[in-house]
C-alpha cells in the first residue's frame, strides 16, 4: 500500500516521468546511432572476408566490459553527463545489430542473389532492394535484443551522474534499509521493465509495417 | 501425351541442319579460377543460331553451367570473346548486358519479399518503362505462362507451387522481351510430371518466341527434348560433339559422345521422328458401314488382306473386321470384330506410335488426320524399317561429308 | 529450392579446389594465427595494465588519491570480485543446467517454450534494480544474513538464472532430432538416449554457458560494493565521487581487464573440452 501512497505522490509522479523520458532518451539516442554504425559495420563485415572477424570480434569484446568501467571509463574524456552514457550504451548495443545485420545477409538466397544479378541490377540496387529487405526480420531481431539490453544497461549509468529511471534505483540504495527505498526501487525498477515491454510491443507493430508480407513468418 | 504430339516446334532436321545467322557466338572462351591448374573451360568456340535452343549437355564439373554464365559474364571469362547480334559484349557493362539477356535458373531464384507482379516487372522497372506498359506487360506474360494475371499478380512466391515458381521465373525473364535467354537447369527441380508439361509448354512457346536459346542441363533425354543443336562437353567444356539430336543419336562424334547418350540410342531416336515423316501403308483394305455385307466379305476374299477396317460415314475407323465377323448376321457392324485401338496423328512421334501399339495390344497403329479420318496404316516392321534406313542414309551422308572435306571435324 | 539436386559443376569444384589451396596457405599461416589465437588477448591485456601502472606512476597523486590506490586495496577488491564471480556462477550453473534438463525432457518440454519466453523476458529486468531490491530483503529480514558476499552471491545467481536456463534449453532443443529418432530406432532408452547422445551433445551448448555466467556476474559483480560486497566497482564509485580520474580510470581497466581475462580463460575452456567433430 505503501507503494500506491508513493505512486500518488504527485512529485513521485513528475519525477518519475521526467526520469523515464530521460530514460527513453538514453534508449533512443545510442540504439539510433548503433543501427546506423551496426548497419554500417554489418555490411562491411558481409562484404569483406577479411574484415569480418575483426569487426565482429571488437564488437563482441565491446560487450565483455561490464558496462560500469565503460560507463566510468567514457568520463574523464566525455565528461559527465549523458554523454558518457551515451557513448558506451552505443557500443553496447552495436554488436547484436552488426551479428545479426551479417547473419541476416548471408540468410539471403544465393538464387535469389544470382536471379538479381543476371537481370542486370548493379551491386547497390541489389543491396536495397533485394538483400537488405529480405535480411531485414533478422536485422530487426537485432535491434529489438540491442533495445531491451540498453533499456537495462542504462540503469546503471545513474552511479555515475548519468540520467535516467536508474536514478530512482540509485536513491532507493542509498537509502536501505530506511522507510521509503523499497518504494523507490520498486518505482524505478518496474518502471524500467514497462518501458522494456512497451519497447516490445513497438518492435512488434515495426515489423507489422516494415517486413514485407511475403517473408512474415 | 497429346502435349507431346501437339507440340509442334521447328522441325529438327530440315532447318536446324543449316544454321541461320548466328545470335551467339563463344570465341575461344576460357575461365580458369584461381588456385585451380586446369582451366574450367578451355578455350570454348561455339556459334549459336538465332532463333534455336542450343543445349549444353555433359556430365558434373564439365564446364557447361560456368560456359554458360560467361554469356551473361555472371562468371568474368579470364579469356576469349562473347559476341553477341554482332557486338563485342566481353567488356560492355555487364549490368547493361544481362537486361538484354533472359535468365532463368534451376532455384528460379524468385525475390520472396515482392508479389508476382512486381517480380516479373524487376527488368522493365530497371530500363524504366512507364508503369502502365509494365503493367500490360506483366499481364501478357502471366498469361502467356498459362498464369490467370488476376489470381496471381499480387501473391507472392511461396504461395506458389514449384511448377507455378518456375513458371513466373520464365515471365519474369522475357519481361523485357530479350532477344536471347540463357536457362540453367530450369526443370531440374521439378516432379517429372510437372517437367514434362513445363517442357512442352515451353516447346510451343518457344515455337511462337523464337527466342535464342542457350541451355544447360545433365540429361541427355531432356537435351534431345529441348535442343535445335546438341553440345556435349568434356571435362573442361571441350566439345566432344556439337551438333543435331538426329546427327548425334545416329552418328556419335566419338566414344565419350556414344557413353554419355548412353544405351538406347535407337529408343530416343524414335522420340525425334514424327508419323508423318516415315511411309505409310496407305492402300489398306477398308470398308464403309453403309456397304452392305456380302460386298464387304466379297471385296476381303478377293485381297490378300486377313482384316479390313471399317470406316464411318466421316471415314473415321471404328472396327477391324474378318471373315467370320462378316458372315455374322446378328450383331449390326459397328460392333462386329474388333474395336480400331491405336489411333496416333501425323505429328506423334513413333515413339508414341510404339507406346499405343503396345498399350493397345495391337501390331499395327491406325494414322488418321486432325479430324480423325483414316489416313494410314502403320506396323512395327515400318516403325523397325525407318530406323534402319535412316541410320544407313546418315551414315553415309556423314562418309560422304568426311571424305569431301578431311577437315571438316567437329572439334573444340 | 534444394540445392542437393544439382551436380557439383566447375564452379563447385573450383571453389572445393580453392578451398583446398586456402587450407595449405592457412597451414603455414597457421602457427602465426595460433600464437595470435591464444597469446594476442593476454598480451593485449598486459600491456593494458602497463600502461595503467606508468601513467599511474606518471602522475602526481594527492593524498586521496594515494590513499585510495594502494596495491593491497586493489588487490582485496580483485579477490572479492573474483570470488563472488567464481561462487555465483557455481551456484547458478548448479541449479540452471539441471533445469534446463529437466525441461526439455519428453513429459515436460510442453512447457520449454513458456520458460523460454520468461527467459527472454527476463532480460528487460535491470541487473541494478533486482540486485538492489534482493538486498533489501536480506537487509530487512531478521533471519537472513544481511553482510558480506552471500547476499550479493544471491543477486547476481537470480540475474545469472534465467539468461543460463535459456541458453542451456535452447541448446538442448536444438540438438538434432533425427540423431536421436536415430538413438531411439536403435533401442536405446530414454536415459541412454539422454546420457550418450543428448547430453555429449549438449556439452557445448552447457560450456557456451558456463562461458556466458562467468561474463554476466563478473559484469554484474562490479555492483557489489553498493550492497556490501566488495569487489573493484568500489575503486570505480569512489573515483566519481571524489572527483579523482586516475582513480576511476584505474577502477574501470582493473575491471574491464579482469572481465577480459575471464572471457578468454572461459573461451579456452570452452575450446579444449569441447568434443573434438563439433
Given at each position: 500500500?505503501a507503494f500506491l501512497e508513493y505512486l500518488s505522490d504527485?512529485s513521485t509522479q513528475r519525477e518519475l516521468i521526467s526520469q523515464t523520458?530521460?530514460h527513453?532518451?538514453?534508449?533512443?539516442?545510442?540504439?539510433?546511432?548503433?543501427?546506423?554504425?551496426?548497419?554500417?559495420?554489418?555490411?562491411?563485415?558481409?562484404?569483406?572476408?577479411?574484415?569480418?572477424?575483426?569487426?565482429?570480434?571488437?564488437?563482441?569484446?565491446?560487450?565483455?566490459?561490464?558496462?560500469?568501467?565503460?560507463?566510468?571509463?567514457?568520463?574523464?574524456?566525455?565528461?559527465?553527463?549523458?554523454?558518457?552514457?551515451?557513448?558506451?550504451?552505443?557500443?553496447?548495443?552495436?554488436?547484436?545489430?552488426?551479428?545479426?545485420?551479417?547473419?541476416?545477409?548471408?540468410?539471403?538466397?544465393?538464387?535469389?542473389?544470382?536471379?538479381?544479378?543476371?537481370?542486370?541490377?548493379?551491386?547497390?540496387?541489389?543491396?536495397?532492394?533485394?538483400?537488405?529487405?529480405?535480411?531485414?526480420?533478422?536485422?530487426?531481431?537485432?535491434?529489438?535484443?540491442?533495445?531491451?539490453?540498453?533499456?537495462?544497461?542504462?540503469a546503471?549509468?545513474?552511479?555515475?551522474?548519468?540520467?535516467g529511471l536508474g536514478q530512482e534505483i540509485f536513491t532507493g540504495i542509498?537509502r536501505?534499509?530506511?522507510?521509503g527505498s523499497l518504494e523507490s526501487l520498486l518505482g524505478g525498477t518496474l518502471f524500467i521493465i514497462l518501458l522494456?515491454?512497451?519497447?516490445?510491443?513497438?518492435?512488434?507493430?515495426?515489423?507489422?509495417?516494415?517486413?514485407?508480407?511475403?517473408?512474415?513468418? | 501425351?497429346?502435349?507431346?504430339?501437339?507440340?509442334?516446334?521447328?522441325?529438327?532436321?530440315?532447318?536446324?541442319?543449316?544454321?541461320?545467322?548466328?545470335?551467339?557466338?563463344?570465341?575461344?572462351?576460357?575461365?580458369?579460377?584461381?588456385?585451380?591448374?586446369?582451366?574450367?573451360?578451355?578455350?570454348?568456340?561455339?556459334?549459336?543460331?538465332?532463333?534455336?535452343?542450343?543445349?549444353?549437355?555433359?556430365?558434373?564439373?564439365?564446364?557447361?553451367?560456368?560456359?554458360?554464365?560467361?554469356?551473361?559474364?555472371?562468371?568474368?571469362?579470364?579469356?576469349?570473346?562473347?559476341?553477341?547480334?554482332?557486338?563485342?559484349?566481353?567488356?560492355?557493362?555487364?549490368?547493361?548486358?544481362?537486361?538484354?539477356?533472359?535468365?532463368?535458373?534451376?532455384?528460379?531464384?524468385?525475390?520472396?519479399?515482392?508479389?508476382?507482379?512486381?517480380?516479373?516487372?524487376?527488368?522493365?522497372?530497371?530500363?524504366?518503362?512507364?508503369?502502365?506498359?509494365?503493367?500490360?506487360?506483366?499481364?501478357?506474360?502471366?498469361?502467356?505462362?498459362?498464369?490467370?494475371?488476376?489470381?496471381?499478380?499480387?501473391?507472392?512466391?511461396?504461395?506458389?507451387?514449384?511448377?507455378?515458381?518456375?513458371?513466373?521465373?520464365?515471365?519474369?525473364?522475357?519481361?523485357?522481351?530479350?532477344?536471347?535467354?540463357?536457362?540453367?537447369?530450369?526443370?531440374?527441380?521439378?516432379?517429372?510430371?510437372?517437367?514434362?508439361?513445363?517442357?512442352?509448354?515451353?516447346?510451343?512457346?518457344?515455337?511462337?518466341?523464337?527466342?535464342?536459346?542457350?541451355?544447360?542441363?545433365?540429361?541427355?533425354?531432356?537435351?534431345?527434348?529441348?535442343?535445335?543443336?546438341?553440345?556435349?562437353?568434356?571435362?573442361?567444356?571441350?566439345?566432344?560433339?556439337?551438333?543435331?539430336?538426329?546427327?548425334?543419336?545416329?552418328?556419335?562424334?566419338?566414344?565419350?559422345?556414344?557413353?554419355?547418350?548412353?544405351?538406347?540410342?535407337?529408343?530416343?531416336?524414335?522420340?525425334?521422328?514424327?508419323?508423318?515423316?516415315?511411309?505409310?501403308?496407305?492402300?489398306?483394305?477398308?470398308?464403309?458401314?453403309?456397304?452392305?455385307?456380302?460386298?464387304?466379305?466379297?471385296?476381303?476374299?478377293?485381297?490378300?488382306?486377313?482384316?479390313?477396317?471399317?470406316?464411318?460415314?466421316?471415314?473415321?475407323?471404328?472396327?477391324?473386321?474378318?471373315?467370320?465377323?462378316?458372315?455374322?448376321?446378328?450383331?449390326?457392324?459397328?460392333?462386329?470384330?474388333?474395336?480400331?485401338?491405336?489411333?496416333?496423328?501425323?505429328?506423334?512421334?513413333?515413339?508414341?506410335?510404339?507406346?499405343?501399339?503396345?498399350?493397345?495390344?495391337?501390331?499395327?497403329?491406325?494414322?488418321?488426320?486432325?479430324?480423325?479420318?483414316?489416313?494410314?496404316?502403320?506396323?512395327?516392321?515400318?516403325?523397325?524399317?525407318?530406323?534402319?534406313?535412316?541410320?544407313?542414309?546418315?551414315?553415309?551422308?556423314?562418309?560422304?561429308?568426311?571424305?569431301?572435306?578431311?577437315?571438316?571435324?567437329?572439334?573444340? | 529450392?534444394?540445392?542437393?539436386?544439382?551436380?557439383?559443376?566447375?564452379?563447385?569444384?573450383?571453389?572445393?579446389?580453392?578451398?583446398?589451396?586456402?587450407?595449405?596457405?592457412?597451414?603455414?599461416?597457421?602457427?602465426?594465427?595460433?600464437?595470435?589465437?591464444?597469446?594476442?588477448?593476454?598480451?593485449?591485456?598486459?600491456?593494458?595494465?602497463?600502461?595503467?601502472?606508468?601513467?599511474?606512476?606518471?602522475?602526481?597523486?594527492?593524498?586521496?588519491?594515494?590513499?585510495?590506490?594502494?596495491?593491497?586495496?586493489?588487490?582485496?577488491?580483485?579477490?572479492?570480485?573474483?570470488?563472488?564471480?567464481?561462487?555465483?556462477?557455481?551456484?547458478?550453473?548448479?541449479?540452471?543446467?539441471?533445469?534446463?534438463?529437466?525441461?526439455?525432457?519428453?513429459?515436460?518440454?510442453?512447457?520449454?517454450?513458456?520458460?523460454?519466453?520468461?527467459?527472454?523476458?527476463?532480460?528487460?529486468?535491470p541487473?541494478?534494480g533486482?540486485?538492489a531490491l534482493?538486498?533489501y530483503?536480506?537487509?530487512?529480514?531478521?533471519?537472513?544474513?544481511?553482510?558480506?558476499?552471500?547476499?550479493?552471491?544471491?543477486?547476481?545467481?537470480?540475474?545469472?538464472?534465467?539468461?543460463?536456463?535459456?541458453?542451456?534449453?535452447?541448446?538442448?532443443?536444438?540438438?538434432?532430432?533425427?540423431?536421436?529418432?536415430?538413438?531411439?530406432?536403435?533401442?536405446?532408452?530414454?536415459?541412454?538416449?539422454?546420457?550418450?547422445?543428448?547430453?555429449?551433445?549438449?556439452?557445448?551448448?552447457?560450456?557456451?554457458?558456463?562461458?556466458?555466467?562467468?561474463?554476466?556476474?563478473?559484469?554484474?559483480?562490479?555492483?557489489?560494493?553498493?550492497?556490501?560486497?566488495?569487489?573493484?566497482?568500489?575503486?570505480?564509485?569512489?573515483?566519481?565521487?571524489?572527483?579523482?580520474?586516475?582513480?576511476?580510470?584505474?577502477?574501470?581497466?582493473?575491471?574491464?581487464?579482469?572481465?577480459?581475462?575471464?572471457?578468454?580463460?572461459?573461451?579456452?575452456?570452452?575450446?579444449?573440452?569441447?568434443?573434438?567433430?563439433?
Amino acid at each position: 500500500m505503501a507503494f500506491l501512497e508513493y505512486l500518488s505522490d504527485p512529485s513521485t509522479q513528475r519525477e518519475l516521468i521526467s526520469q523515464t523520458l530521460d530514460h527513453i532518451y538514453l534508449t533512443a539516442v545510442p540504439v539510433a546511432i548503433a543501427v546506423v554504425l551496426g548497419l554500417g559495420l554489418g555490411i562491411l563485415a558481409h562484404r569483406s572476408p577479411q574484415l569480418r572477424s575483426p569487426i565482429l570480434s571488437v564488437v563482441s569484446t565491446l560487450l565483455t566490459i561490464p558496462s560500469l568501467a565503460l560507463f566510468a571509463i567514457m568520463i574523464p574524456i566525455i565528461g559527465i553527463g549523458a554523454g558518457p552514457a551515451i557513448v558506451a550504451l552505443t557500443l553496447y548495443a552495436l554488436l547484436p545489430i552488426v551479428r545479426n545485420t551479417v547473419s541476416g545477409l548471408f540468410s539471403v538466397d544465393n538464387a535469389v542473389i544470382e536471379s538479381a544479378k543476371g537481370m542486370g541490377m548493379s551491386a547497390t540496387k541489389r543491396l536495397w532492394k533485394i538483400e537488405l529487405p529480405n535480411a531485414w526480420p533478422v536485422m530487426l531481431a537485432g535491434i529489438r535484443v540491442a533495445t531491451l539490453l540498453t533499456v537495462g544497461i542504462a540503469a546503471i549509468a545513474a552511479l555515475v551522474g548519468g540520467p535516467g529511471l536508474g536514478q530512482e534505483i540509485f536513491t532507493g540504495i542509498r537509502r536501505i534499509p530506511a522507510s521509503g527505498s523499497l518504494e523507490s526501487l520498486l518505482g524505478g525498477t518496474l518502471f524500467i521493465i514497462l518501458l522494456a515491454v512497451l519497447f516490445d510491443l513497438l518492435y512488434l507493430a515495426i515489423g507489422r509495417v516494415t517486413i514485407p508480407r511475403g517473408i512474415r513468418e | 501425351m497429346s502435349d507431346v504430339t501437339n507440340s509442334d516446334t521447328t522441325s529438327h532436321l530440315g532447318e536446324a541442319a543449316e544454321p541461320g545467322e548466328t545470335m551467339i557466338e563463344l570465341q575461344e572462351l576460357t575461365k580458369r579460377f584461381p588456385g585451380q591448374e586446369a582451366p574450367a573451360v578451355d578455350r570454348l568456340s561455339l556459334k549459336i543460331p538465332k532463333g534455336e535452343i542450343v543445349v549444353f549437355v555433359g556430365p558434373s564439373g564439365c564446364g557447361k553451367t560456368t560456359s554458360l554464365k560467361m554469356i551473361n559474364r555472371i562468371i568474368e571469362p579470364s579469356s576469349g570473346h562473347i559476341i553477341i547480334d554482332n557486338e563485342d559484349v566481353t567488356t560492355i557493362d555487364p549490368n547493361q548486358l544481362r537486361r538484354r539477356i533472359g535468365y532463368v535458373i534451376q532455384q528460379i531464384g524468385l525475390f520472396p519479399h515482392m508479389r508476382i507482379g512486381d517480380n516479373v516487372a524487376t527488368v522493365p522497372n530497371l530500363l524504366g518503362w512507364d508503369k502502365e506498359r509494365t503493367r500490360e506487360r506483366v499481364d501478357e506474360l502471366l498469361d502467356v505462362v498459362g498464369l490467370d494475371p488476376r489470381t496471381y499478380r499480387e501473391r507472392f512466391p511461396r504461395e506458389l507451387s514449384g511448377g507455378q515458381r518456375q513458371r513466373v521465373g520464365v515471365a519474369r525473364a522475357l519481361a523485357a522481351d530479350p532477344p536471347v535467354l540463357l536457362m540453367d537447369e530450369p526443370f531440374g527441380a521439378i516432379d517429372p510430371i510437372t517437367r514434362n508439361r513445363l517442357q512442352n509448354e515451353f516447346l510451343r512457346l518457344q515455337g511462337e518466341l523464337q527466342k535464342t536459346i542457350a541451355f544447360v542441363t545433365h540429361d541427355i533425354d531432356e537435351a534431345i527434348k529441348m535442343g535445335d543443336r546438341i553440345a556435349i562437353l568434356q571435362e573442361g567444356a571441350k566439345l566432344a560433339q556439337f551438333a543435331t539430336p538426329e546427327e548425334i543419336l545416329t552418328n556419335p562424334a566419338n566414344e565419350f559422345v556414344q557413353d554419355f547418350v548412353g544405351t538406347g540410342a535407337t529408343l530416343k531416336r524414335l522420340k525425334l521422328t514424327r508419323v508423318r515423316e516415315v511411309e505409310l501403308t496407305d492402300d489398306a483394305l477398308t470398308g464403309r458401314e453403309d456397304e452392305d455385307r456380302e460386298t464387304l466379305r466379297r471385296r476381303l476374299a478377293e485381297s490378300d488382306w486377313t482384316a479390313m477396317l471399317l470406316l464411318d460415314r466421316e471415314e473415321r475407323p471404328i472396327r477391324w473386321l474378318r471373315t467370320p465377323d462378316l458372315r455374322q448376321q446378328q450383331r449390326p457392324l459397328t460392333e462386329a470384330g474388333l474395336p480400331a485401338r491405336a489411333i496416333v496423328e501425323p505429328q506423334a512421334t513413333l515413339s508414341d506410335a510404339l507406346e499405343e501399339m503396345l498399350l493397345g495390344s495391337a501390331g499395327v497403329a491406325i494414322v488418321t488426320d486432325g479430324r480423325g479420318r483414316f489416313q494410314g496404316l502403320l506396323d512395327v516392321d515400318d516403325i523397325i524399317l525407318a530406323i534402319q534406313t535412316m541410320r544407313d542414309t546418315e551414315a553415309e551422308f556423314y562418309r560422304a561429308a568426311k571424305l569431301s572435306d578431311p577437315d571438316d571435324e567437329v572439334s573444340a | 529450392m534444394s540445392s542437393t539436386l544439382t551436380p557439383p559443376d566447375a564452379q563447385e569444384v573450383a571453389r572445393r579446389t580453392q578451398a583446398r589451396d586456402e587450407d595449405a596457405a592457412l597451414g603455414r599461416r597457421a602457427r602465426r594465427a595460433r600464437i595470435v589465437h591464444y597469446l594476442g588477448m593476454p598480451l593485449f591485456l598486459l600491456a593494458v595494465l602497463l600502461a595503467l601502472y606508468l601513467w599511474v606512476q606518471g602522475q602526481e597523486l594527492d593524498s586521496i588519491e594515494a590513499r585510495t590506490i594502494t596495491l593491497g586495496t586493489l588487490l582485496s577488491q580483485t579477490r572479492q570480485h573474483i570470488t563472488l564471480t567464481l561462487y555465483s556462477t557455481v551456484v547458478v550453473l548448479l541449479l540452471a543446467v539441471p533445469l534446463g534438463i529437466f525441461a526439455t525432457r519428453p513429459g515436460t518440454r510442453r512447457f520449454a517454450p513458456a520458460i523460454i519466453g520468461l527467459g527472454n523476458a527476463g532480460q528487460a529486468i535491470p541487473s541494478l534494480g533486482l540486485l538492489a531490491l534482493l538486498y533489501y530483503l536480506f537487509r530487512t529480514q531478521p533471519a537472513l544474513p544481511s553482510t558480506g558476499t552471500f547476499p550479493v552471491v544471491v543477486g547476481l545467481v537470480a540475474y545469472s538464472f534465467l539468461p543460463i536456463l535459456r541458453n542451456t534449453m535452447v541448446g538442448l532443443e536444438q540438438v538434432d532430432r533425427f540423431v536421436l529418432e536415430a538413438g531411439k530406432g536403435m533401442g536405446m532408452s530414454q536415459r541412454r538416449v539422454l546420457r550418450r547422445i543428448e547430453l555429449p551433445l549438449a556439452v557445448p551448448v552447457i560450456l557456451a554457458g558456463v562461458r556466458t555466467a562467468l561474463v554476466l556476474n563478473v559484469g554484474t559483480a562490479a555492483l557489489a560494493f553498493l550492497f556490501g560486497g566488495g569487489g573493484l566497482g568500489q575503486t570505480i564509485f569512489s573515483g566519481f565521487q571524489l572527483r579523482r580520474n586516475v582513480v576511476l580510470v584505474t577502477g574501470a581497466v582493473l575491471v574491464a581487464v579482469l572481465a577480459l581475462l575471464v572471457d578468454y580463460l572461459a573461451g579456452l575452456i570452452e575450446e579444449k573440452l569441447t568434443p573434438k567433430g563439433l
